[in-house]
Every structure is written in structure tokens, then in C-alpha cells.
């Protein structure tokens, strides 16, 4: 998978060569292109942001900077990139977004700041790529870098031989529906707590019906929509009882 992210502040993504993401790289499971937007400018000051038509607060970035970086970045290759609006105004990023993007062979990130973005730089890339203007949750952010971050991380961690143990992305939180339950680690008791009995069982039977029971508990108490949104059947005799 190839990712490039367009931002004023290039260094913000430093974090992608960090850790897992870094080894991903390195492994050239994917690659990463991070581009300063102000390279687009032709002014003395370097200028991407302009006041806002209708008035109002705050400042709206250029259309012609930005679809100059567009069209070199997005220039047409072997295949068409999605392109990627992180906004407040987006639709909801979740797994199944991520899933679904992993399949990409190319994603771009169009981070704003400021007010965001003129809208006709989106209107003019939808005539050539997918775009997806997206949310990574109900609170404002100052730009769209530090949601760039969280969703390359979410969908980057879902590419083959990127995760250490693979299994551990097929049983995430939301894979099944359900919130992931507690975990535990040694030592068997930590300032006078234990660690569950069944855990320590060898009842793997047991255990899985455990950690089912807690997943169930802690999603009806945490987060009850998402056991209302859970497909017909998901649900076995078992788990009623609960
Ligand atoms: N989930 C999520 C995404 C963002 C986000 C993404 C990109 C940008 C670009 C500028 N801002 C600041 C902004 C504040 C208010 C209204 C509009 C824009 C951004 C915020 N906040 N929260």
C-alpha cells in the first residue's frame, strides 16, 4: 500500500516512522509520502489560507494551492488513490472503514487546518477519485493530521505481516461487535488483586465463555447501541442469559 499525507506541518507525521508503522515500512509493506503543502506556493509568504467568503471566524484554505498539490501527488499511475478528507463534518471512521480501505493499493490524506479546506477542491477531486470526507469522532481537533495518524495506524495494523500476531486483529474490539473484555498479565495476585480463576483454569471452554460473558457485559454497560446493531443471530442461547 502506498499512503501519502499533504499537511503544513510535515513533522506532525514523524510518528509513522516510529514502531510498528516504521517496521512496516522498513519491510516495504507499504510506503509513506509526506508533502508539505506550502511547497505548492508561489508567493513570497507562502500563503494557504485566505479570509472566508460570507465572513465569519477564522481563515479558509486555498483552492489553487491545494489543487496544485493534488494533481502532482494524485497524478495518475498504475492505480487511482482514494483520497482522504479528515473533518469534523465527515462520516464516522470505524473498523469497517478500516477493512475496507486496507484493500487500497494507495490512499491520500488531505490534512487541513484552519477552517478547513475550500470546498471546491473536494467538489474537483471527486471528478477524477473516490473522496471520503471523514470524521474520527464527535470532538473538533485543529487540523486533520493527528486524524491522518489515527486512521493510517487503524488501517496500516490490518495489512499482512505488518502485526506481530495476526490473530490479534481478527479478535479487536468491534470485529465481533462486541468491546474487547479485560486482559490480564503476572504476576497471579498484584496488591492483594487476583487474576480470575477461570483464566488460570485450562478450562478453554470455560475461558472463552468468560471472556465472552465479559465482552457482553462490558458493551451492554459501555456502549448498549452497539448490541442493538449487532446482526440478527449474532447472538447465541448462551449469550441471552446474560
Ligand atoms: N473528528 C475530527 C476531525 C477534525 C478536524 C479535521 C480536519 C481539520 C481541519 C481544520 N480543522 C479545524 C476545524 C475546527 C472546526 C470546524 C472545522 C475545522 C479540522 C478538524 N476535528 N475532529
Given at each position: 500500500?502506498?499512503?501519502?499525507?499533504?499537511?503544513?506541518?510535515?513533522?506532525?507525521?514523524?510518528?509513522?516512522?516510529?514502531?510498528?508503522?516504521?517496521?512496516?515500512?522498513?519491510?516495504?509493506?507499504?510506503?509513506?509520502?509526506?508533502?508539505?503543502?506550502?511547497?505548492?506556493?508561489?508567493?513570497?509568504?507562502?500563503?494557504?489560507?485566505?479570509?472566508?467568503?460570507?465572513?465569519?471566524?477564522?481563515?479558509?484554505?486555498?483552492?489553487?494551492?491545494?489543487?496544485?498539490?493534488l494533481?502532482?501527488?494524485c497524478?495518475?499511475?498504475?492505480?487511482t488513490p482514494r483520497l482522504?478528507?479528515?473533518?469534523?463534518?465527515?462520516?464516522?471512521?470505524?473498523?469497517?472503514?478500516?477493512?475496507?480501505?486496507?484493500?487500497?493499493?494507495?490512499?491520500v490524506?488531505?490534512?487541513?487546518?484552519?477552517?478547513?479546506?475550500?470546498?471546491?477542491?473536494?467538489?474537483?477531486a471527486a471528478t477524477r477519485m473516490p473522496v471520503?470526507?471523514?470524521?474520527?469522532?464527535?470532538?473538533?481537533?485543529?487540523?486533520?493530521?493527528?486524524?491522518?495518524?489515527?486512521?493510517?495506524?487503524?488501517?496500516?495494523?490490518?495489512?499482512?505481516?505488518?502485526?506481530?500476531?495476526?490473530?490479534?486483529?481478527?479478535?479487536?474490539?468491534?470485529?465481533?461487535?462486541?468491546?474487547?473484555?479485560?486482559?490480564?498479565?503476572?504476576?497471579?495476585?498484584?496488591?492483594?488483586?487476583?487474576?480470575?480463576?477461570?483464566?488460570?483454569?485450562?478450562?478453554?471452554?470455560?475461558?472463552?465463555?468468560?471472556?465472552?460473558?465479559?465482552?457482553?457485559?462490558?458493551?451492554?454497560?459501555?456502549?448498549?447501541?452497539?448490541?442493538?446493531?449487532?446482526?440478527?443471530?449474532?447472538?447465541?442461547?448462551?449469550?441471552?442469559?446474560?
Amino acid at each position: 500500500m502506498r499512503i501519502d499525507v499533504i499537511t503544513i506541518f510535515p513533522d506532525y507525521l514523524n510518528p509513522l516512522r516510529e514502531a510498528l508503522l516504521g517496521k512496516a515500512i522498513e519491510r516495504e509493506r507499504i510506503s509513506v509520502g509526506v508533502h508539505d503543502l506550502r511547497d505548492w506556493t508561489h508567493d513570497v509568504h507562502r500563503a494557504v489560507d485566505d479570509s472566508p467568503y460570507g465572513g465569519g471566524p477564522g481563515m479558509v484554505m486555498k483552492p489553487d494551492v491545494w489543487g496544485e498539490a493534488l494533481d502532482e501527488v494524485c497524478a495518475p499511475q498504475e492505480a487511482t488513490p482514494r483520497l482522504v478528507v479528515p473533518t469534523p463534518a465527515g462520516r464516522p471512521f470505524d473498523q469497517k472503514t478500516a477493512v475496507r480501505w486496507s484493500n487500497d493499493p494507495w490512499l491520500v490524506f488531505a490534512c487541513g487546518r484552519y477552517e478547513g479546506i475550500d470546498q471546491r477542491v473536494i467538489d474537483d477531486a471527486a471528478t477524477r477519485m473516490p473522496v471520503e470526507e471523514v470524521s474520527i469522532g464527535d470532538y473538533v481537533l485543529v487540523g486533520g493530521e493527528v486524524a491522518a495518524l489515527t486512521m493510517i495506524e487503524a488501517v496500516v495494523r490490518l495489512l499482512p505481516g505488518v502485526l506481530g500476531n495476526p490473530l490479534s486483529a481478527e479478535q479487536d474490539s468491534f470485529s465481533d461487535g462486541l468491546l474487547e473484555g479485560p486482559c490480564y498479565t503476572r504476576p497471579e495476585v498484584w496488591r492483594d488483586r487476583p487474576v480470575p480463576d477461570v483464566l488460570r483454569s485450562g478450562n478453554h471452554a470455560a475461558i472463552a465463555r468468560w471472556r465472552r460473558d465479559q465482552a457482553l457485559e462490558r458493551t451492554f454497560h459501555r456502549r448498549p447501541e452497539l448490541l442493538a446493531a449487532l446482526p440478527e443471530g449474532d447472538l447465541d442461547k448462551a449469550d441471552r442469559k446474560q
